[in-house]
């Protein structure tokens, strides 16, 4: 297998997921092959060509909100008192 130099990070996720997978699965032979579709997975470079074009396929519409306010957030005009005592 190659040597990948990754963060820390991702090392300790690759680690911690190891772990995860034998204490889970019994079978060596699972084991082994969901330890390399991790590796599979970490490696994997995203397509970056792919993902613009995307982008720029999906047209995102603009859509007008109208504010609202709650009766109760309402401030008191000027002449009501805040507190009706009577």
Known sequence: ME???????VRKFIRLEKDRIRHNFLDTKKQEELITALYEKVSAKP??????????????????TKVTKNKNNVTPKKDEKKHNKT
């Open 3 to 9: 040597t990948l130099e990754l963060p820390k990070s």
């Open 47 to 64: 397509d970056v060509k792919g993902s613009k074009e995307i982008k720029k396929e999906t047209n995102i519409e603009k859509v007008e």
